[in-house]
């Protein structure tokens, strides 16, 4: 057993945890084709995080490559880093996931996990966008009736994924994510490779959008979306809401996590400086497109 593994086993071997939560995260720390830097929105994932892990949620982070993701640095800057990103920043066991991550290979099955969770950034753009992987994961765990969520730039995750009808998972549903006039506004409609509103659509989705910067979180049956960084906090506690309702449909909780019950892989990956002045440093696992 890993030191991971082992420190798991001792954490939760009196805890009742309530349920399972996979977190797929970006491994791509450049736009395409530049140097110029991106990965994950790091409020995005850490608003959800706390109101899951606080109302005692067991939580597995997972990437493409494994191992450390790459942070905007933007991310960490002003209002951006928010207090829950602070506190990712400063707790050593969320700090240790993030450098850590699962390979998303290893992820062995899907539908162990109460929901599946893709957080924003750019960086999901350029790879999570074209996995065929994540996009089996997030099919055979929709087909299983579990949730699946994403915010801002989390849905591009979302494209390969199917529906029971062997049609795209967003097809004929409500779905959101970062609107064209954000992007714009944000100057990067010439460094993505699609523009999300516009893919959504393509594939079907009825898109729903509130003002710029507003917080806006569409829930269509077991699929749960956010618009933009804003949307995040709600997405996350719209997210618990729903698996508790879940859980008390079915009953109990489970006394084991993801580790232990042995449906990821081991826990390892180069370290990575998440401090404010290293967050945002590219790691050769982020240089991925």
């Known amino acids: 057993m890993s030191h991971t593994h082992a420190h798991e086993s001792e954490m939760n071997k009196n805890a009742v945890v309530k349920g399972q939560v996979l977190i797929v995260a970006t491994s791509c720390g450049a736009f395409p084709n530049t140097d110029v830097p991106t990965g994950l929105w790091l409020s995005e994932l850490a608003e959800p995080y706390w109101v899951l892990k606080d109302a005692g949620y067991d939580i597995t982070l997972a990437s493409p ?19 829950d990103a602070e506190r990712m920043l400063n707790d050593d066991e969320a700090k240790l996931a993030l450098e850590h991550t699962v390979k998303l290979s290893d992820v062995s099955d899907p539908t162990f996990y109460d929901a599946i969770f893709v957080p924003g950034g750019h960086g999901p753009m350029c790879d999570l966008a074209e996995s065929d992987l994540l996009g089996n994961i997030l099919t055979k765990a929709a087909a299983a009736g579990k949730i699946v969520a994403a915010v801002c730039h989390g849905p591009a995750g979302l494209v390969k994924a199917k529906g029971p009808d062997g049609q795209p998972l967003v097809n004929g549903r409500k779905v959101t994510g970062f609107s064209n006039s954000e992007e714009e506004a944000v100057g990067k409609t010439k460094m993505v490779k ?78 990575q400086d998440m401090s404010p002045a290293g967050a945002g440093k590219l790691t050769d696992a982020g240089k991925c497109c």
């Open 65 to 83: 490559n494994g191992g450390a993701v790459p942070v905007d640095p933007v991310s960490l800057a002003g209002d951006a880093k928010t207090a």
């Open 194 to 271: 699609f523009l999300l509103e516009d893919k959504l659509k393509e594939l079907g989705g009825q898109y729903v959008r509130e003002a710029d910067w507003q917080s806006c979180v569409v829930t269509d049956g077991n699929l749960i979306t956010g618009q933009n960084p804003a949307s995040a906090r709600e997405l996350g506690e719209t997210l618990l809401q729903q698996l508790k309702e879940k859980r008390s449909a079915t009953g109990g909780g489970v006394t084991f996590s993801a580790a232990e019950a042995g449906l990821v892989g081991d826990k390892k990956g180069a370290a």
